[in-house]
């Protein structure tokens, strides 16, 4: 069986992204050809959707059906974005891969044409894109970059347009309680691997993988040497301080990043829960447990905004609620997200983030503590709602709060509260 091209693959996902706006990560987990390269173009798409559109409508007369616009725009983006192809290929398999429809014949003419002229004006497309618009050149929605000129000042909201537009490293934590981190070095030396330690954490070593590997290749994979975690996962854990012998309930557990890190501070005493709603998410955290030998932490399926139906009448020491959000301060990561931020969605959240906020607290034991934690920007998922809810919960206070700025911290954007009980 002959290998699919891979514009079209590419072209493929982009189009029913288009269509339904759901992030493609099941489709791309599926590719089993190129994986790397189709990774690229889908995710560069993604992320420069205001760019391409603004092209679009500058050089096709008439907007094409989803398919073809995304055949189009995986075109554009290896043009114009990607250093390490040919153009000649990506011009000519690109146009291949627009031929296969009803209607195929005209609109590969078209895209053809299109890529051509974009491929002569490349110089000129650049020059003018550097006087459009922030919401066009830095492709991210108005409505977003017009909220954080707010919160932040013009300069620093470009400056976090930019870190999000940069394509996500790999970084590491290294499970000190397996291998100390000069061993790891050593051991990825002998693997002609030279990580980079990242700067963030004094307790917890992070440390930056160059580009291209495959994690589940590297030594120390199977035998959990680490995790794949960005630096400010380690803020929620800093603020929560869970020691040995207590009770600890992490609500929010998938993948199981943060569990890792708490159980690595209980040293295996104590009671660790981790909890997560679907199937699929404590799949996930079984097998990282597994990989990690964690096999102490009890995993229960549940629900965080009604925690009572898995868990009784248990009740805990300290709680991380790591609870879902907007993801805005994770842009780089999560590309998609950008694009899904509206003023519905903001007091959609925040009324689950809230109930899960509520229920966690019934589950407290006198004088424990919650840290709740979201990878969002937004004041309404963060400080708006952690001044609301004490304010509405007597016999709870606010203790400490942080918040890192991608820009600054050199790290995912993450806000994390520590919350009392009286």
């Known amino acids: ?48 959707r205001s760019i391409l559109q603004w092209l679009e409508r500058g050089m096709v007369p008439k907007e094409p059906e989803p398919f073809f616009k995304a055949v189009l725009y995986v075109g554009l983006y290896q043009l114009l974005f990607m250093d390490n192809v040919e153009e000649y ?34 110089d000129q497309i650049f020059h003018k894109l550097k006087r459009q618009p922030d919401d066009i050149r830095l492709s991210h929605p108005d409505f977003l970059l017009q909220r954080w000129s707010r919160q932040y000042g013009e300069i620093e909201t470009r400056k976090l347009a930019e870190w999000n537009n940069q394509p996500a490293e790999t970084i590491l934590r290294v499970e000190q309680g397996v291998i100390s981190p000069d061993d790891f070095l050593a051991k990825m030396a002998e693997a002609d691997i030279e990580p980079t330690i990242h700067p963030f954490s004094d307790r917890e070593k992070f440390y930056i993988l160059p580009r291209g590997l495959a994690v589940h290749k590297l030594p120390g994979y199977a035998e959990g040497w680490f ?39 209980m040293k295996g005493e104590g009671e660790l829960v981790a909890m997560d709603l679907h199937d699929d998410r404590i799949a996930v955290l079984q097998e990282n447990m597994n990989r990690l030998n964690l096999g102490w ?32 301060g994770v842009l780089r990561r999560r590309i998609d997200a950008r694009w899904r931020v509206n003023t519905n969605r903001i007091k959609a959240i925040v009324e689950v983030q809230y109930g899960i906020l509520s229920a966690a607290a019934e ?9 709740y934690s979201t990878c969002s920007l937004e004041p309404e998922e963060n400080e708006d709602l952690i001044a609301r809810w004490v304010r509405e919960h007597p016999g709870f206070s606010k203790v400490k709060a942080k918040k890192t700025f991608p820009p600054k911290a050199g790290t995912d954007g993450v806000f994390a509260a520590v919350i009392r009980r009286d």
């Open 363 to 371: 589950r407290l034991k006198e004088n424990g503590r919650i840290v």
């Open 1 to 48: 069986m002959s290998k699919k091209n891979s514009r079209l693959v590419a072209a493929e996902i982009v189009s029913q992204w288009l269509i339904d706006r759901r992030f493609p990560d099941r489709p791309l987990s599926k590719v089993e050809h190129d994986n790397a390269f189709i990774m690229e173009v889908v995710n560069g798409v993604v992320r420069n």
């Open 227 to 265: 995790t794949v975690q960005d630096p400010a996962t380690s803020v929620p854990i800093d603020l929560l301080r869970p020691f040995p012998g207590e009770s600890v309930l992490d609500a929010c557990a998938a993948p199981g990043g943060k569990t890792a890190m708490i159980a690595s501070r």
């Open 89 to 122: 290929a990506a011009i000519n398999e690109t146009v291949e891969a627009a031929k296969g429809r009803p209607g195929g014949h005209g609109n590969a003419n078209m895209i053809n044409a299109v890529l051509r002229r974009a491929q002569r004006e490349a």
């Open 297 to 328: 932490v009890e995993l229960v399926q549940g629900d965080a905004r009604d925690p009572k139906k898995a868990l009784g009448d248990r009740t805990f020491d300290a709680i991380l609620l790591d609870v879902p959000c907007l993801n805005t």
